[in-house]
């Protein structure tokens, strides 16, 4: 068993519930038809936080030839005989993809970070091709 404030990964998320005293105020966006305005109110309950794997998503990265072990974006040779329509497709499927399964986390730094890299090892691969013609 472990417990909740500890944190736990499923499924290429982290899940953790905070549970101190100064967690019980809640920011809140209240959005009207003309404007929007940031609230505070007092919760009963504990502030539980979804975030997205840090170490599941960078290895994946890896795995598939998009970045080094440390993160560093790379171009990979496996898509270097795609066009460069084909292979900008491929990348923006592939952003898309990891932003519609991530989207409901609360910080997006990461997700912002998978980003960065993909758009790097793009154009990282589109130079390489670019040179070899």
Request: aromatic residues 14%; proline residues 2%.
């Given at each position: 068993?472990?417990?909740t404030?500890?944190?736990?990964?499923?499924?290429?998320?982290?899940?953790?519930?905070f549970?101190?005293?100064s967690?019980k105020?809640?920011?809140?966006?209240?959005?009207n038809?003309?404007?929007?305005?940031?609230?505070t109110?007092?919760?009963?309950?504990?502030?539980a936080?979804?975030?997205?794997?840090?170490?599941?998503?960078?290895?994946?990265?890896?795995?598939?030839g998009y970045?080094?072990?440390?993160?560093?974006?790379?171009?990979?040779?496996?898509?270097?005989?795609?066009?460069?329509?084909?292979?900008?497709?491929?990348?923006?499927?592939?952003m898309?993809?990891?932003?519609?399964y991530?989207?409901?986390?609360?910080?997006?730094?990461?997700?912002?970070?998978v980003?960065?890299?993909l758009?790097?090892?793009?154009?990282?691969?589109?130079i390489?091709g670019?040179?070899?013609?």
């Amino acid at each position: 068993m472990t417990k909740t404030t500890d944190g736990f990964n499923f499924l290429g998320f982290t899940y953790k519930m905070f549970s101190s005293e100064s967690n019980k105020l809640c920011k809140t966006i209240v959005r009207n038809k003309n404007s929007t305005t940031r609230i505070t109110k007092r919760t009963t309950s504990r502030m539980a936080t979804l975030t997205p794997h840090r170490n599941r998503v960078l290895n994946n990265l890896h795995l598939r030839g998009y970045c080094s072990t440390s993160g560093y974006p790379i171009g990979s040779a496996r898509y270097a005989m795609l066009t460069e329509y084909e292979i900008v497709l491929h990348y923006s499927q592939v952003m898309r993809g990891i932003f519609n399964y991530y989207k409901h986390v609360k910080n997006l730094s990461l997700i912002n970070y998978v980003f960065y890299i993909l758009k790097f090892s793009l154009i990282t691969l589109l130079i390489i091709g670019f040179q070899s013609e």
